[in-house]
Antibody, heavy 123, light 116 residues
Framework: QLQLQESGPRLVKPSETLSLTCSVS??????????WGWIRQPPGKGLEWIGS???????YYNPSLKNRVTVSGDTSKNQFSLRLSSVTAADTAVYYC???????????????WGQGTLVTVSS | QPVLTQPPSASASLGASVTLTCTLS???????VDWYQQRPGKGPRLVMR????????SKGDGIPDRFSVLASGLNRYLTIKNIQEEDESDYHC?????????????FGGGTKLTVL
């Protein structure tokens, strides 16, 4: 059964870089034709797609975050990671990783998701 | 890119039915929408996807038959019949737009469903 688990620092200082890792079990991220994505949810607000990485390493980012985001993959550890630079309090959110499915005829969606991890930006 | 609009809250009595609405912005009436359920303290899970003709693909894992979808114009509906306590959740809709370097995935603001 495919499972995803986020990990990383829960507290990040303003202007620093937020770094999270998603550990995937049940599927090899390097050998399956899937994307792997990051989504976040600020407290009391809706969901926001951050970016995704394809199994071949191609990346896609939300234009609103593109200048600050890097998503990368480590097939040897079956993990993919998120780096968000120059963070502010507005980046405080629960961060989720998810498998990003894409089918030409029916579009894209996310399933399953990790449980999420709250990252707070504060000095 | 489309904007998805959801009412912030909805409520229904135990055993009753409720219909949640996700409205696409003008010009996007042919877009598919994905419904996600988020129970308190948990990550979202896919409920099902809805296009202009109804459900797209299969329901998400473990989603009971009480859940169904419909589409009309710019609206995408999620109906829950015989509501149970475990249905009390936030429900989010999402949609993809564009491809390649122009790809983006957008979400609505979510609807908090309270079971009375």
């Amino acid at each position: 059964q495919l499972q995803l688990q986020e990990s990383g620092p829960r507290l990040v200082k303003p202007s620093e870089t937020l770094s999270l890792t998603c550990s995937v079990s049940g599927v090899s991220i390097g050998s399956s034709s899937y994307y792997w994505g990051w989504i976040r949810q600020p407290p009391g607000k809706g969901l926001e797609w951050i970016g995704s990485i394809y199994y071949n390493g191609n990346t896609y980012y939300n234009p609103s975050l593109k200048n600050r985001v890097t998503v990368s993959g480590d097939t040897s550890k079956n993990q993919f990671s998120l780096r968000l630079s120059s963070v502010t309090a507005a980046d405080t959110a629960v961060y989720y990783c998810a498998r990003h499915l894409a089918v030409t005829a029916t579009g894209d969606w996310f399933d399953p998701w990790g449980q999420g991890t709250l990252v707070t930006v504060s000095s | 890119q489309p904007v998805l609009t959801q009412p912030p809250s909805a409520s229904a009595s135990l055993g009753a039915s409720v219909t949640l609405t996700c409205t696409l912005s003008s010009g996007y009436s042919n877009y598919k929408v994905d419904w996600y359920q988020q129970r308190p303290g948990k990550g979202p899970r896919l409920v099902m996807r809805v296009g202009t003709g109804g459900i797209v693909g299969s329901k998400g894992d473990g989603i009971p038959d009480r859940f169904s979808v419909l589409a009309s114009g710019l609206n995408r509906y999620l109906t829950i019949k015989n509501i149970q306590e475990e249905d009390e959740s936030d429900y989010h809709c999402g949609a993809d737009h564009g491809s390649g370097s122009n790809f983006v995935y957008v979400f609505g603001g979510g609807t908090k469903l309270t079971v009375l």
